[in-house]
C-alpha cells in the first residue's frame, strides 16, 4: 500500500488517528485525514463532559461531525470514552455514592445507544488504574461507588450497543514488568473467566523518556490477546518521533494475530497534546516525517 490504512488493511488492520472536531475545516488536516487514515477517535468531542455538559442533557453536535467526516469516507470510528474520572462535567464531578453509580451508568446506555451501529469499538472505561507500584485501582469518584463499578460499566455499554467491541483503555500499561500492567492484566483475565462482556483491551502507548517504550512490550500484547482479547494501540505518539521505535511499535503489532489496529494520537506534531515534543508522523506543516516513512515500510513489510 502507498498509505497507512491501506497498507494496514493489507494486513487486515486498521491505522486511525485522534480528531479534534475543531480542525475539521483545515483543508491541511483533512487532506492528510482523508488520504492516510480508515479510522478515526474524537480526541475530546465523546468524553463526558462533552456529551453531557448538563446531567440529562446531551450534545451529541462535535462528536457526530467526526463521526459523519468518518464514516462518509469508509472510515471507523473508535468512541473514547463512556466512563473516565477526568474531564467529567462540574455536576459529575460533586457526585458520590449510588448518585453517581445511576449517573454514570445512564451516561453509558444512553450515549452507547446514542451511536449503536455507528462506533465500532468503544473505550468503556479509561485509566481506571494507579501509577506506581501498587497495582491498585485509582482514587477517584467512581472508584468509590465501589470496585464493581467497572464491570457495571461493561454491562451496561454491551446491553446499549451488544454490536460494538467494549475495550479497558489505559496508559503505562505497555512495560509487561510494571504493576500497573499486571493489575490491568488480572482484571481482564477475571472478567473473561466471570463472563463480564470485554471484547478488547487499548495500549494508549504515550511513549516518552519518562515512560519509554520496552522491548517486552510484544510480550506485552501477546499476554493479554491471549486471554482472548483484541489488543489495539489507541493513543500512539512518541518523544522526538524516532524512526526505529515507531517501526518496532508496528512490527510488535503485527507479530501479534489480535492486535487489530494503531491509532496515533493526532496527525500534525501541531496537533499533538504535546507538540513541543513533536511526537507525531507529520511535522506542522503537514509534511511525513522519517517517521512516517518507517512505519509504512513495516506495514509493508510485516
Ligand atoms: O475546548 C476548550 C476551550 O473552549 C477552552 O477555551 C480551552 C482553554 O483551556 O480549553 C479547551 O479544552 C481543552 C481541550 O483539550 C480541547 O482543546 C482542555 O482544556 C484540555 O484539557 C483538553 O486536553 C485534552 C486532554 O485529553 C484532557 O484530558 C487533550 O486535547 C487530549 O489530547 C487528551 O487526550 C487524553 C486521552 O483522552 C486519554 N489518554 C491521555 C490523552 C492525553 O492526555
Request: hydrophobic content about 35%.
Amino acid at each position: 500500500g502507498t498509505t497507512l490504512g491501506a497498507s494496514a488493511a493489507e494486513k487486515g488492520r486498521y491505522f486511525g488517528t485522534a480528531v479534534a472536531a475543531g480542525r475539521l475545516s483545515d483543508s491541511n488536516y483533512t487532506t492528510i485525514l482523508n488520504r492516510e487514515f480508515n479510522s478515526v477517535t474524537p480526541e475530546n468531542e465523546m468524553k463526558i463532559d462533552a456529551t453531557e455538559p448538563q446531567q440529562g442533557r446531551f450534545s451529541y453536535g462535535a462528536a457526530e461531525q467526526i463521526v459523519n467526516h468518518a464514516r462518509s469516507r469508509g472510515m471507523s470510528v473508535r468512541g473514547h470514552t463512556l466512563a473516565w474520572h477526568s474531564q467529567q462535567p462540574s455536576w459529575m464531578q460533586g457526585m458520590s455514592g449510588s448518585a453517581l453509580r445511576s449517573a454514570m451508568l445512564n451516561h453509558v446506555t444512553q450515549v452507547a445507544t446514542h451511536f449503536r451501529g455507528q462506533v465500532v469499538a468503544w473505550d468503556v472505561v479509561n485509566e481506571a488504574f494507579a501509577d506506581g507500584s501498587s497495582g491498585a485501582r485509582r482514587d477517584s469518584n467512581l472508584q468509590r461507588t465501589g470496585n464493581d463499578w467497572i464491570e457495571a460499566a461493561f454491562r451496561a455499554a454491551d446491553a446499549a450497543d451488544p454490536n460494538a467491541k467494549l475495550c479497558y483503555n489505559d496508559y503505562n500499561t505497555d512495560n509487561w514488568t510494571h504493576a500497573k500492567t499486571q493489575a490491568v492484566y488480572n482484571m481482564v483475565r477475571d472478567f473473561k473467566s466471570r463472563g463480564v462482556p470485554i471484547d478488547c483491551v487499548g495500549f494508549q502507548s504515550h511513549f516518552n523518556n519518562d515512560s519509554p517504550y520496552v522491548s517486552n512490550y510484544r510480550t506485552t500484547l501477546s499476554s493479554f490477546a491471549a486471554l482472548g482479547v483484541d489488543v489495539q494501540i489507541t493513543e500512539l505518539d512518541i518523544q522526538g518521533a524516532p524512526a526505529n521505535t515507531y517501526r518496532s511499535v508496528v512490527e510488535d503489532c503485527l507479530a501479534v494475530a489480535r492486535c487489530n489496529g494503531i491509532t496515533v494520537w493526532g496527525i500534525r506534531d501541531s496537533d499533538s497534546w504535546r507538540s513541543s515534543q513533536t511526537p507525531l508522523l507529520f511535522n506542522s506543516s503537514g509534511q511525513k516525517k522519517a517517521a512516517y516513512d518507517a512505519v509504512l515500510a513495516a506495514l509493508n513489510n510485516g
